[in-house]
């Protein structure tokens, strides 16, 4: 082999994958979504994106803004009540005020602020669960 060149095992090409690659990031950015509470049912494609909201697995999190797109520096989740058995959302605050639907728009993620999540160990089946309401994913 001459200078520049590299040995492709036929186990590890484009026809049959690359070891270790998973879709170029994006499923372990869904994996991070997931886990901060977050999902994005269109992956992004929409003019106007919304997140639907899933129990976090963190206690807290907080989200850095890039301050030459964002004009504000942070965006907080926090789950109180977090563990194994408290897995579902009791309610949820957005920057102080209840959300009573299990989405918001990225628009308001870019804001800054706090998103607060209060677990429990049952379902709470009166949160969210008004048909006007219902996430963005489920309405298209």
Request: proline residues 4%; glycine residues 10%.
């Given at each position: 082999m001459?200078?520049?060149?590299?040995?492709?095992?036929s186990?590890?090409d484009?026809?049959?994958?690359y070891?270790?690659d998973?879709?170029q990031?994006?499923?372990?950015?869904l994996s991070?979504?997931?886990?901060?509470?977050l999902f994005e049912?269109k992956?992004g494609?929409?003019?106007d994106p919304?997140?639907?909201l899933?129990?976090?697995?963190?206690?807290?999190?907080t989200?850095?803004?890039d301050?030459?797109y964002?004009?504000?520096?942070?965006?907080?989740?926090r789950?109180l009540g977090?563990s194994?058995?408290?897995k579902?959302i009791?309610s949820?605050k957005l920057?102080?005020?209840?959300?009573?639907q299990?989405?918001?728009?990225h628009?308001?993620?870019?804001k800054g602020?706090?998103?607060?999540?209060?677990?429990g160990e049952?379902p709470n089946y009166?949160?969210a669960?008004?048909?006007?309401l219902?996430?963005?994913?489920?309405?298209?």
């Amino acid at each position: 082999m001459g200078w520049g060149e590299t040995k492709v095992s036929s186990n590890n090409d484009p026809q049959h994958g690359y070891s270790g690659d998973e879709d170029q990031g994006l499923m372990g950015a869904l994996s991070v979504l997931m886990k901060i509470g977050l999902f994005e049912m269109k992956g992004g494609a929409n003019i106007d994106p919304a997140y639907d909201l899933s129990s976090p697995v963190f206690d807290q999190i907080t989200i850095h803004l890039d301050q030459d797109y964002y004009s504000s520096e942070s965006f907080t989740i926090r789950a109180l009540g977090n563990s194994t058995k408290n897995k579902y959302i009791q309610s949820v605050k957005l920057n102080g005020s209840p959300l009573n639907q299990s989405w918001f728009h990225h628009k308001d993620l870019v804001k800054g602020g706090i998103l607060e999540y209060v677990l429990g160990e049952q379902p709470n089946y009166d949160w969210a669960t008004a048909e006007e309401l219902l996430p963005a994913s489920m309405s298209d």
